[in-house]
Structure formats: C-alpha cells, structure tokens
T-cell receptor, first 112, second 115 residues
C-alpha cells in the first residue's frame, strides 16, 4: 500500500459524459501527479500540482482539467468523453524535488 | 526526444537471474526508476538510482547505470514466479528547463517466470 488513494476504482460511462476522478496523496506529500495508461500510448504524464498550484503540464487534452484543493487532495475532470479516453488513470504523490513518486491503485475508466 | 526504450518481453526460469534493460534519452535526468505492475494492479516503486551513481543494490535487486551510454538495467536475482509482472523504467525531467519532475516511462517489459 503506497498511501495514495484513488476513487472510484472503476468507472463506466458513455461518450459525451463528464466524470471526476479523485486522489488523496500520502500524508505530507504536497505534489500530485496525474498519469494516463492506455494500451496504445503507454503511461503518459498529464499534469502536476504542487501545494494547490499547477506546476507542469504534459499531454493533457483541453477537455481534461485538474485541481488541487487546500487539503491537498486532487481531482481530475474529464469531459466530452470519447471512446479513446478509456484507460487507467493513475495519481502519484511526492515531495517537491524528491526522489520518488508513489502511485495510487488507479481508476479504470471505460467509455462506452 | 523523450523516448525511454525497453524490450517488451523477457522469459526466465525460476531461480535464474533476470536482467531487464532500458535506454533513456536525457543525460540530465536526475533520477531513474524501476516500477513493477502486476496484472490489474497499480505501479509499485521498486527502486531508483541517482544519476551520479553507477550501481545500487537492494536485496535481490541490482540497478546498473551507464550514464555515458544512457543505459539502465535491473537485475533480479533468484527470480521467483511472484516476480512475474510488467517492469517499467522511468526517467524524471528535473534536468530540463521548466520541467518539474514528471516521469517519462518506457512501454514496459513483461517478465514471465516459468517454474
């Protein structure tokens, strides 16, 4: 158990819908990272937040957004969902400029 | 480019050593990581190495880093059936201007351990 929690574990929805994925970082970690894992693209970095502020952006679509709240939990919002958005979404947490990122168990999103 | 490359498959017999190789592209990466993913599970951090090190040993795991060739390897001694999983190599982007440490992952090497 990494100490990072993600909810829900599974999510099934339809095209065009909007979903919110939630992540709680390890106690003491200020950074939250979001990654997408799909069969064709592999593991891709989406976005990072540090202590409530966006710090880095990767291959995140404009239909996707995230935020980190004062209690440091983070939410990833995915809207206008397409079939190709079906993937495992991982959250990781870490301390700034530290050596490790600890991953949550992931949320499996299926878009039908 | 930002490609981290790994071979896709490796098959070994139980009790043998496994060596999983990885090449990365950014010589300014500060840390390099190995993660393990079992079927249906998340990513488990196995070990990492700082870029100024050549080798790191942690119980059955040995990481070797050849910075000149940008080559990283993970050796698992006395491989067990429970080691069957996908192993991901990842580099951080601390060394790149404006980046904040997000990880670039390889596609993963699927290790199969035969009894």
């Amino acid at each position: 158990d990494s100490g990072v929690t993600q909810t829900p574990k599974h999510l099934i929805t339809a095209t065009g819908q909007r979903v919110t994925l939630r992540c709680s970082p390890r106690s003491g970690d200020l950074s939250v990272y979001w990654y997408q894992q799909s069969l064709d693209q592999g593991l891709q970095f989406l976005i990072q937040y540090y202590n409530g502020e966006e710090r880095a952006k990767g291959n995140i679509l404009e239909r996707f957004s995230a935020q980190q709240f004062p209690d440091l939990h983070s939410e990833l919002n995915l809207s206008s969902l397409e079939l190709g958005d079906s993937a495992l979404y991982f959250c990781a947490s870490g301390q700034r400029r530290t050596d490790t990122q600890y991953f949550g168990p992931g949320t499996r999103l299926t878009v039908l | 480019g930002e490609d981290v490359e790994q071979s896709l498959f490796l098959s070994v017999r139980e009790g043998d050593s496994s060596v999983i190789n990885c090449t990365y592209t950014d010589s300014s990466s500060t840390y390099l990581y190995w993660y393990k993913q079992e079927p249906g599970a998340g990513l488990q951090l196995l070990t990492y190495i700082f870029s100024n090190m050549d080798m790191k040993q942690d119980q059955r795991l040995t990481v070797l880093l050849n910075k000149k060739d940008k080559h990283l390897s993970l050796r698992i001694a006395d491989t067990q059936t429970g080691d069957s999983a996908i192993y991901f190599c990842a580099e951080d982007l601390w060394g790149r201007g404006g980046s904040q440490g997000n990880l670039i992952f390889g596609k993963g090497t699927k290790l199969s351990v035969k009894p």
